[in-house]
């Protein structure tokens, strides 16, 4: 484009209430130059409001590019550190599993029942502790009990429901006990409700002795604390 076609450009532009920064970027010209050939343009108010719109927009002008060099970092760094983190947990031993599945059983497990048990809507969660059940006591699922806690806004899924927890678990469906409903009604409403699975409640069967035992381990990661 010749210089002369230029100026005619960056004055049709500018009269559109364009900024002479996008100008000199869009026509690949120098600021100066803009300025020069605008100068003698009077901008209304409405160009001004243009104007003023574009400066508040995030993706105008060179800040588009800014936020997603941003934001490349951003994720860069993330999964640096993320990859960071796996390395340095690495394969666990059986010890560190035990005492992992102690914490886990101490955060989230029965206390309170006549069994050994662990609920959660988390299925990472659920398998950390079969694993911890399974690795470390031997237990498999011929010793559990499953049952699924839902709101009852959900109980025509529940078949559903619970075959997502069997695959997820691999605990066969004849493990799984009457579900339990959950009459409240959620004041909140959910962007994807079909995601929904309630929560996963296992019971280690004829495990008071266990669950006994249980409640020692807790002890003793608790005597770890004392300064």
């Not at 230029?6 to 010209?29: F, M, P, Q, T």
């Not at 901008?43 to 001004?48: D, F, G, K, P």
């Not at 914490?103 to 069994?115: M, R």
């Not at 495990?207 to 381990?217: A, M, N, P, V």
Request: a positive charge.
């Amino acid at each position: 484009m010749a210089k002369s076609q230029k100026k005619i450009e960056a004055i049709n532009l500018r009269k559109k209430g364009l900024s002479i920064k996008y100008i000199a970027k869009k026509l690949n010209v120098s600021t100066s130059s803009v300025s020069l050939w605008t100068r003698d343009i009077i901008l209304t108010q409405e160009q001004y409001k243009v104007l003023e719109s574009h400066a508040r927009d995030p993706l105008y002008g060179k800040r588009l590019d800014y936020i997603n060099h941003i934001k490349l970092q951003t994720n860069k760094k993330v999964e640096e550190l993320k990859r960071k983190g796996i390395n340095e947990v690495g394969l666990l031993s059986k010890r560190e599993l035990f005492l992992v599945g102690i914490a886990l059983y101490w955060s989230e497990g029965f206390k309170k029942d006549s069994q050994a048990g662990f609920a959660n809507s988390d299925p990472t969660m659920i398998n950390l502790f079969l694993i911890w059940l399974s690795k470390c006591f031997n237990y498999n699922y011929n010793d559990l009990t499953v049952r699924v806690t839902l709101n009852d806004s959900h109980r025509s899924r529940i078949r559903e429901i619970e075959r997502h927890w069997s695959d997820l678990t691999n605990i066969p469906l004849n493990n799984f006990r009457k579900p339990y409903f959950q009459n409240v009604k959620w004041k909140k409403i959910y962007d994807h409700p079909d995601e929904y699975y309630g929560l996963l409640r296992v019971k280690v069967l004829k495990s008071k002795d266990f669950l006994r035992k249980i409640q020692g381990y807790i002890e003793g990661l608790r005597l770890q604390t004392r300064l």
